[in-house]
């Protein structure tokens, strides 16, 4: 069975390993240690990573069989963390130790902190170019997050998934409604089917270390409005126009107890026990909405609902791979080759069958025929990777979500004014930015 952890989107930031890099790129000069070496024409590269457990672990061991009995060459050291807070103070503490491994997932803030570190190399560095062979197959939105605010590709592409809206076929139906295509539509659905110990959607913002689900929606809804709550540059939005009424639209789904506010995945716990009609969760949580359903309703699974306008947004989620400064030349060509393997169509196809996240690239679909005829979502989530867009990569980025929390607690939980609690947040964000820069 697969771990929680890895399929659920966390910004967890392990503040104090992040501020320690500052002191750490004189290290990235190192000698290999962890990263392995070469012996008897044998390169070893280590690969830190989250994927400890269920189909995660198996297809990612299998997988990488299948590269070393085509690399007889290359041999990959797995080496396993128990989650993303864990993984980044351990790669941190590597840098620091002069042992990082040759490769490690990355969040695009960790991947921005790296690099100003100059503890991780640019991707052109070891693939001969900024735009290699294989770049273009990507979904667009999957290019766009491979490179840092200074234009360079510093990352290759591993798990990835979008949020996704997963709902009660039987019960929307009972009341008439149709899946929403827009989010009026999902209020007006909300609220239709709330009622009798029934509450339409239930979210958890999380805390100021680690956003959830409901400040991942209202992320989605500042988007579907017109301005995200982040410029592309990393200035906080957080009391934009567009920002304001996504939270007013959240304090009028509570008012109208259509609503509620939990902890741990409680959208999922309520649509599983029929007291809830919708989930928005990521696309890699598939096989835990299955898990809470149990077979006693059909589970719909549907993208996010466009803004009055039409227009489309989605949040990225999941991670990318990067390469360390220490790795040697040798390391790195083999480095290279295995991620370019994992990110294949092959690999891909094999990867997202198994473990629920997103293909990479379109390609993979064409090789996963029988999957998507028993998971239609599959193809339909898989297309938002073309406009999904992740957080900017800035290494404040994450402290300043933790804003958004506060002022998603203050309205959902206070009765806050949300325009008084969203001006509030920008002013910490701001400070969050001018200390992280």
């Given at each position: 069975m697969p771990s929680k952890s890895p399929v659920r989107r966390t910004a967890a930031t392990v503040l104090a390993a992040a501020c320690a890099l500052g002191a750490l790129s004189a290290c990235s000069s190192s000698g290999s240690g962890g990263s392995g070496g070469s012996a008897g024409g044998t390169t070893t590269i280590s690969f830190m990573q989250i994927m400890n457990s269920g189909s995660q672990k198996s297809t990612l061991v299998a997988l990488t069989d299948?590269?070393?009995?085509?690399?007889?060459?290359?041999?990959?050291?797995?080496?396993?963390?128990?989650?993303?807070?864990?993984?980044?103070?351990?790669?941190?503490?590597?840098?620091?130790?002069?042992?990082?491994?040759?490769?490690?997932?990355?969040?695009?803030?960790?991947?921005?902190?790296?690099?100003?570190?100059?503890?991780?190399?640019?991707?052109?560095?070891?693939?001969?170019?900024?735009?290699?062979?294989?770049l273009s197959d990507f979904y667009q939105g999957v290019q766009k997050d491979l490179r840092l605010p200074d234009g360079k590709l510093w990352m290759w592409p591993f798990n990835k998934s979008v949020q996704v809206i997963f709902y009660n076929q039987d019960m929307l139906k009972a009341k008439g409604q149709n899946v929403p295509a827009t989010w009026d539509d999902f209020?007006?659905?909300?609220?239709?089917?709330?009622?009798?110990?029934?509450?339409?959607?239930?979210?958890?913002?999380?805390?100021?270390?680690?956003?959830?689900?409901?400040?991942?929606?209202?992320?989605?809804?500042?988007?579907?409005?017109?301005?995200?709550?982040?410029?592309?540059?990393?200035?906080?939005?957080?009391?934009?126009?567009?920002?304001?009424?996504?939270?007013?639209?959240?304090?009028?789904?509570?008012?109208?107890?259509?609503?509620?506010?939990?902890?741990?995945?409680?959208?999922?716990?309520?649509?599983?026990?029929?007291?809830?009609?919708?989930?928005?969760?990521?696309?890699?949580?598939?096989?835990?909405?299955?898990?809470?359903?149990?077979?006693?309703?059909?589970?719909?699974?549907?993208?996010?609902?466009?803004?009055?306008?039409?227009?489309?947004?989605?949040v990225l989620s999941g991670t990318n791979i990067a390469v360390f400064a220490s790795a040697s030349k040798a390391q790195q060509a083999a480095a290279w080759k295995y991620m370019q393997f994992l990110a294949s169509a092959d690999s891909q196809a094999q990867w997202s069958s198994t473990t629920g996240y997103l293909p990479v690239t379109p390609k993979a679909l064409d090789q996963m025929g029988d999957f998507l005829a028993k998971n239609p979502y599959m193809k339909t989530a898989a297309g938002a990777l073309d406009y999904a867009v992740a957080q900017p990569a800035f290494p404040w980025v994450a402290k300043a979500?933790?804003?958004?929390?506060?002022?998603?607690?203050?309205?959902?939980?206070?009765?806050?004014?949300?325009?008084?609690?969203?001006?509030?947040?920008?002013?910490?964000a701001l400070a969050d930015q001018k200390a992280g820069q």
């Open positions: 299948a590269f070393e009995k085509a690399n007889p060459n290359i041999k990959v050291d797995l080496q396993y963390q128990p989650d993303y807070g864990t993984l980044h103070a351990k790669e941190t503490a590597g840098v620091a130790a002069h042992n990082p491994p040759t490769i490690g997932q990355v969040y695009e803030s960790w991947a921005a902190e790296y690099a100003k570190s100059q503890v991780i190399l640019p991707a052109s560095q070891f693939a001969g170019s900024d735009s290699p062979a294989g209020s007006a659905a909300a609220k239709a089917v709330s009622g009798g110990g029934v509450t339409a959607i239930s979210v958890d913002p999380g805390t100021t270390a680690n956003v959830n689900g409901g400040t991942i929606l209202f992320e989605a809804l500042c988007a579907a409005n017109g301005t995200p709550d982040f410029a592309a540059n990393g200035t906080p939005q957080l009391n934009s126009p567009a920002a304001i009424k996504a939270l007013g639209y959240l304090a009028d789904l509570k008012k109208a107890g259509a609503l509620a506010v939990g902890t741990n995945f409680p959208g999922e716990t309520a649509l599983g026990a029929q007291k809830g009609v919708f989930d928005m969760s990521s696309a890699a949580g598939y096989y835990f909405e299955n898990q809470a359903v149990g077979g006693k309703f059909t589970l719909g699974t549907e993208v996010l609902p466009t803004g009055a306008d039409g227009t489309k947004s989605n979500q933790g804003e958004e929390v506060v002022a998603l607690q203050k309205v959902l939980e206070q009765g806050a004014d949300p325009a008084s609690a969203l001006n509030a947040a920008q002013q910490a």
